[in-house]
């Protein structure tokens, strides 16, 4: 078996070569107009842009910080600058039904001129209509009518008294009313008089005031017809002169907004209204209580103004747009998201409203553009979630608040008309939320059939090493920063690949990348630099270690001090240095963690104290019973395993998970059965398979890192390193001091493919093969492993033989 070398300090970290750069600056490139990195999600963002189809609507998903906002924002304003504005769109009162408003359609801009031309025409008629009403040519009809209708009155009457006369009965008024009474030569007698005369004079008298009585009750019965004619004429001469007033001035506006049969049709019924209701223009600051149109409560007791009605409620004013609009709405409540109806308090108290109150939310401002939401931020939100889906099932914005819906309230309120919905909305969130919405929720996968898959890496080539300098560049015009000469560059896409943790790959999330430009630009000028350099930028990221490294150190020092116990010198049996990766916020590192094994006679079951005491997780659990399998295929072939072995993470007081520990244990495992010592100035990290292959991890870096400062906290002695899998030697973007101590001989990182090979490395022995005949070597570690437990089934074996055939059961 070949000797397996520590790895040349050049393949512990790949730098960037400057003299692939041919600029000085970042002042001399131009800004990147492309997103990169993110060829699968632009076609994606392009096709469902592209698309006007129902249910394509885009979900945006990959991890924080990688830029899905800024890249679909910037998409999207591109495809909305080439698309014509979206209409305006307004309430106005239903003058037939007022707690249901119409809505009108209007071209962009139109809103808020016919907003204007209704303000300007109230105005008008409040000045015309009293004029007109106050003018000589009104007075005079109207005191035509009046003395037409006082001179029939008086006529009726006179003709009544004349015939009174005639029968020498006097019509006299008292204060019940008209009566009747019988004269003598021309006088009213008296009652005492009425009883001197003959009966039959008295009969006669009273068969004449019958007859007059008579009369004067059809007289009577006939003056309601007479006033209500009467207002009648009064009225249809207050609408005579009403329509002057109103209808050249309406005609006006009617020719202006003759193309738009909707605004005709409003106009119209404006026009009636004011007709129907002059009196409020006559008197506009004492108010007809005059009812509305399907509501019990006159409006003086709702405390609505009157001519409030005659106001245009512009809800979404495209005025000002050179497209469509993007909308992105931060806080997407229910009401945000749809509009609500909002009530003024009175001088009373009571709450009022009316069409002027509807609010619009982002669904209306989108309308005809794009809506983009935070996925997260809307399931979080009551009822939004559900309202959303409504909406774009639907294709209409109908307002109602969560009271209506529920039969929680029982007040009169305002039911607008439901507003056209077209509008392309994209959904930001994670890949497992948007996995947990498809499975559970049957609306989501018909709703929003784009899937727009940022991914978390890039290739590392010239090519993107470009782009990615003038990315550096547009962010420094963007945000105002110094400028970064090549090796500033240079050593920001070193640290992409070491958060993407891989040679051949640069991080796309971008966030973290502008967070470190604009630190590095902040101790660039802390230092007086006009430029930002290389050393700014590793002041930025050593800055960004040593704010969240609390933990860490204090770790760090509990291993100096001898409370967690770490050997980095000598030799132990079953007792290794395995690694991990403890994961705080955003800042991850690698810590030591000391592995032991113990041997004892068994029926052949490697015991996982992690998991026996419920600290282990399944993966961990999977890694340990994958270490009996190998066992037995190695070891097992003709004779039991007669062993019972256990592994624990020593002083470990939480949950262990993952499997890179498998190999360590292993290891530990292997050296306790073959009872030879362990180089504890060595630390191990690798998941290994049933064959004693090891497997790459993840956190590689960190672990590394971890294990070399308790090294160097003690004492580099040139005999400490790390064995990691070879499969993980193209994720290496090691710290600049470790790469130091490796090229100084201090330090070194082996990279191992078998247990076979790790083995010999932390033994100083051979593994051995087996040989045509099927042994091991003498002395190599196979050997001894398979002699210890040929030794511990012959004690088994002899353990359970039956008593009285010589054998000693206990």
Not at 632 to 644: D, H, I
Not at 782 to 798: D, F, G, I, T
Request: one cysteine or more; glycine letters at 8%.
């Amino acid at each position: 078996m070949d000797t397996v070398q520590p790895l040349i300090p050049e393949a512990l970290c790949r730098r960037c070569d400057l003299n692939q750069f041919a600029f000085a600056t970042t002042a001399e490139l131009d800004d990147l107009t492309e997103i990169i990195g993110q060829a699968r999600a632009v076609e994606a963002v392009r096709f469902g842009i592209g698309i006007r189809r129902d249910g394509y609507n885009l979900y945006a998903l990959g991890p924080q910080g990688a830029g899905k906002y800024s890249a679909i924002r910037q998409f999207l304003e591109q495809k909305a600058a080439t698309e014509t504005a979206p209409a305006d769109w307004c309430y106005v009162n239903n003058f037939e039904q007022p707690h249901r408003p119409h809505y009108l359609k209007l071209p962009p801009g139109l809103g808020v001129t016919l907003r204007q031309d209704m303000a300007q025409l109230v105005e008008e008629l409040r000045t015309a209509i009293p004029a007109v009403f106050e003018s000589e040519d009104y007075r005079t009809r109207r005191q035509v009518i009046e003395e037409e209708f006082k001179e029939r009155e008086e006529k009726v009457f006179e003709e009544l008294k004349q015939a009174a006369q005639k029968r020498d009965i006097a019509l006299i008024r008292t204060p019940a009313g008209l009566a009747f009474a019988p004269k003598h030569e021309g006088q009213v007698i008296s009652p005492e008089q009425y009883q001197s005369l003959p009966q039959a004079e008295q009969d006669q008298v009273q068969a004449d005031i019958s007859v007059l009585q008579d009369q004067l009750l059809a007289t009577i019965q006939e003056l309601p017809r007479w006033e209500k004619e009467l207002r009648d004429r009064l009225k249809a001469l207050d609408r005579e002169m009403a329509l002057f007033v109103v209808g050249h001035l309406m005609d006006e506006l009617r020719q202006k907004y003759a193309a738009l049969e909707e605004i005709v049709q409003y106009l119209n019924a404006v026009q009636q209204d004011v007709i129907d209701n002059v009196d409020d223009f006559r008197n506009p600051e004492e108010p007809t209580p005059v009812p509305f149109a399907g509501s019990p409560l006159p409006r003086s007791l709702l405390g609505l103004p009157p001519l409030r009605r005659y106001q245009v409620n512009v809800l979404v004013d495209h005025s000002a747009a050179q497209g469509a609009r993007v909308i992105y709405e931060d806080y997407p409540t229910y009401q945000n998201l749809i509009g609500q109806v909002e009530h003024m308090a009175t001088q009373t108290g009571a709450l009022m409203t009316d069409f002027n109150l509807i609010k619009p939310g982002a669904l209306h401002r989108a309308n005809g553009g794009y809506l983009i939401l935070d996925a997260r931020k809307v399931l979080q939100q009551p009822l939004a979630w559900e309202q959303l889906k409504r909406v774009l099932q639907s294709h209409e914005i109908r307002i109602e608040s969560p009271g209506q819906m529920f039969g929680l309230v029982s007040t009169v309120s305002l039911e607008p008309e439901p507003i056209p919905l077209e509008v392309k909305v994209v959904l930001l969130g994670e890949r497992m939320l948007y996995y947990l919405l498809y499975e559970y929720d049957p609306d989501f996968g018909e709703l929003f059939k784009v899937e727009v898959d940022f991914e978390d890496e890039m290739d590392r080539s010239p090519e993107n090493n470009l782009l990615y300098a003038r990315l550096v560049a547009t962010l420094a015009r963007k945000e105002g920063l110094r400028h970064f000469d090549r090796a500033a560059v240079a050593r920001t896409i070193e640290h992409s690949a070491r958060l993407i943790g891989d040679t051949k790959k640069l991080s796309t999330r971008m966030q973290s990348i502008a967070n470190l430009l604009r630190e590095a630009d902040y101790w660039a000028g802390q230092a007086g630099d006009e430029v930002v350099s290389a050393a700014a930028v590793q002041r930025a990221i050593d800055a960004q270690v040593q704010r969240a490294d609390r933990m860490r150190g204090r770790m760090q020092e509990e291993i100096e001090r001898g409370t967690i116990l770490i050997d980095t010198q000598g030799e132990k049996v079953g007792q290794i240095n395995g690694l991990s990766v403890l994961m705080l916020g955003n800042f991850a590192f690698g810590r030591p963690s000391r592995i032991t094994a113990r041997i004892r006679l068994g029926k052949g079951e490697v015991v996982d104290i992690e998991r026996e005491v419920e600290l282990g997780g399944p993966i961990h659990s999977k890694g340990v019973l994958i270490l009996a399998g190998f066992l037995g295929a190695r070891f097992g072939q003709e004779r039991p395993l007669s062993l019972s072995a256990s592994l624990v993470f020593e002083q470990s007081y939480s949950g262990v998970e993952g499997d890179s520990a498998s190999s360590a244990e292993l290891y530990a495992l292997l050296s306790a059965l073959a009872e030879t010592p362990i180089k504890q100035a060595l630390a191990v990290t690798g998941s290994v398979n049933q064959h004693g292959q090891v497997q790459a991890i993840g956190g590689v870096n960190e672990k590394i890192e971890g294990f070399f400062d308790v090294c160097r906290a003690r004492g580099l002695t040139g005999e400490q390193g790390v064995l990691i899998p070879a499969s993980n030697v193209k994720h290496l973007m090691l710290r600049q001091d470790v790469v130091e101590a490796t090229a100084a001989g201090q330090f070194y990182v082996y990279p191992v493919e078998t247990i076979d090979q790790g083995i010999e490395i932390l033994t100083g022995l051979p593994a051995g093969e087996r040989d045509e005949a099927g042994h091991f070597p003498e002395g190599s570690i196979n050997q001894r492993v398979e002699a210890r437990l040929a030794a511990l089934a012959e004690k088994w074996q002899a353990f359970s033989a039956p008593a009285g055939r010589g054998e000693v059961k206990p």
